[in-house]
């Protein structure tokens, strides 16, 4: 699942600073799937009552509602447990039965069971090298019981930390899929992408850093992203990869909004990978593949090699009913330019694309699924990076690793401020 990677692609040459988190970080996986719905032009969003603007007063009484919101909250998101396993990093892990867990709070999946029978897996697939202890969790050497699913506990000191309750687990708007024609918001990105066809499905591999996070406002990912319908109204998105977030506070993401169904009681999604990459020593990386059921159309996601974690169900999708548009694989991190300089918030490994293998981040053996439900090495990759001063990227092709890219970067440097 977590494989230690050695052979080298290509060895290039640059040396920005590495800079060390003086927070404490998770590194986690996590899924997300995201539907857009055009707003009249003339509407306003209204807070949700979850959070306070900055020009409010504080007054008791409002500390009192957050906290009761909270609770409320919490006892939403947090299922009971048959079963209850301590991680070595701090978090929690409660196994739910699988037909308690949080996707069946989604009204179009209320009353429904997990499906039983197996999706129709991609022809073209390869064996990799397994190591199934890549979670700290699973370090313990204990189990979910067949029947249950592994959920993170979510703790009360993280929906504090976030600007709005109701919002928490929820990740931005269309700022965070790269808009080919413009820059979004706070959000920047390093990506190689496709486009231009009718995409069943992708899938990768790419290696696991821990960079720094300046704020706990701001976040660093690397993942893959399927997407359909148009960015000025209604889109559709299914992601999948890893997370460095200093509170929790970022980011549908994982299982704390209803949608995602897990079938899996080995992986744990929003719990901490472990081991990660380190600079010039070994690398860990990850194969991720997402694709649709031709036979019932639910999106499935698979980790490792063969290993099932759990599906989007097809009712959930508008435009993804009839497949992705567009293919996105990279890095995204969340600028809030504080004190109005560019954040030093890393991407990847916070190194550039040209320091190569084994200093770079990279995404490597890219593939699509296409109609015949076949995977396939993708043709036409594109790559681009909207601030390549503070973040760039470089791809090539190869035997071994097939499509590739290396990206990423230290965020403010000499060159970006």
Request: net charge positive; glycine share 10%; with cysteine.
């Amino acid at each position: 699942m977590c494989r230690s990677t050695q052979h080298s692609c290509s060895d290039m040459a640059a040396s920005p600073v590495f800079v060390t988190s003086n927070i404490s970080l998770t590194v986690s996986f996590f899924v997300l799937f995201f539907l857009s719905v055009p707003r009249p032009a003339c509407s306003t969003a209204a807070d949700d009552g979850g959070g306070f603007p900055a020009t409010h007063t504080f007054r008791p009484g409002n500390h009192s509602r957050k906290l009761k919101m909270i609770k409320a909250r919490l006892m939403m998101i947090n299922k009971p447990a048959v079963k209850t396993i301590q991680s070595p990093d701090g978090d929690i892990i409660d196994c739910v039965l699988t037909h308690k867990q949080p996707a069946f709070d989604h009204p179009l999946l209320r009353g429904q069971k997990p499906l039983d029978d197996h999706p129709e897996i991609p022809k073209g697939q390869n064996g990799e090298e397994e190591f199934e202890e890549f979670q700290a969790w699973r370090t313990t050497g204990e189990t979910c019981p067949e029947g249950t699913v592994p959920i993170r506990r979510t703790r009360e000191e993280e929906m504090l930390r976030a600007s709005s309750v109701r919002r928490f687990g929820r990740k931005g708007p269309i700022g965070s899929i790269l808009r080919t024609d413009t820059t979004s918001n706070f959000h920047e990105h390093a990506v190689g992408y496709v486009n231009g066809d009718r995409y069943y499905g992708a899938k990768a591999s790419m290696n696991v850093w821990a960079p720094h996070v300046a704020n706990t406002q701001e976040f660093s990912l690397s993942q893959m992203w399927i997407i359909s319908g148009s960015f000025g109204g209604d889109l559709n998105s299914i992601e999948a990869g890893w997370q460095s977030d200093a509170y929790r506070t970022t980011g549908c993401y994982n299982l704390l909004c209803s949608g995602f169904v897990q079938t899996n009681n080995r992986i744990s999604i929003g719990a901490a990978i472990s081991p990660t990459s380190s600079y010039g020593g070994r690398q860990y990386d990850i194969s991720i593949l997402i694709w649709k059921d031709p036979k019932r159309g639910d999106w499935w996601l698979q980790f490792g090699s063969r290993i099932l974690v759990g599906y989007w169900p097809s009712m959930l999708f508008t435009h993804l009913k009839g497949g992705g548009s567009m293919i996105q694989f990279g890095g995204e991190v969340v600028n809030r330019m504080a004190a109005g300089l560019h954040t030093a918030t890393q991407m990847g490994s916070g190194h550039f694309s040209g320091e190569g293998f084994g200093k770079a981040s990279y995404f490597r053996n890219l593939q699509v699924v296409d109609w015949d439900n076949s995977l396939v090495p993708l043709s036409n990759l594109k790559v681009t990076a909207d601030h390549p001063n503070c973040y760039d990227i470089r791809g090539g092709s190869n035997h071994a690793w097939g499509n590739y890219f290396f990206y990423g970067g230290p965020g403010r440097n000499s060159r970006c401020s």
